[in-house]
Nanobody, 127 residues
Framework: QVKLVESGGGSVQAGDSLTLSCAASRVPWRVYCMAWFRQAPGKEREGIARLSTTPGNVYYADSVKGRFNISRDSAKSTLYLQMNRLQADDTAVYYC????????????????????WGQGTQVTVSS
């Protein structure tokens, strides 16, 4: 059974950095397709970054491009989201998600495309 567990959230000041981790157990790496989403109060869940084993299939939302970096450590079965120059608008619950269908759409990540989810971790940025 695939299990995703996020960690690393917290309360920071604008301009600070934070790294989120997603420990992923039993994810078949040959069809690796994982993403970070976030959901702010009163807003829809937004796909902000995706990483796939398919060359070139890396995605960043415009709102985080140049500030956030998605990466993975295969040995640790962990997905990361390095977040730099955080802004108040980055305040949200952050979720990691896995698409185990093998499709891994190259367009903007949407929640319906992802089959497995973590429980989320809160990030609060004070201005």
């Amino acid at each position: 059974q695939v299990k995703l567990v996020e960690s690393g959230g917290g309360s920071v000041q604008a301009g600070d950095s934070l790294t989120l981790s997603c420990a992923a157990s039993r994810v078949p790496w040959r069809v690796y397709c994982m993403a970070w989403f976030r959901q702010a109060p009163g807003k829809e869940r937004e796909g902000i970054a995706r990483l796939s084993t398919t060359p070139g299939n890396v995605y960043y939302a415009d709102s985080v491009k140049g500030r956030f970096n998605i990466s993975r450590d295969s040995a640790k079965s962990t997905l990361y989201l390095q977040m730099n120059r955080l802004q108040a608008d980055d305040t949200a619950v952050y979720y990691c998600a896995a698409d185990l269908t093998g499709a891994c759409a190259t367009s903007t990540p949407i929640p319906d495309d992802y089959t497995n989810w973590g429980q989320g971790t809160q990030v609060t940025v004070s201005s």
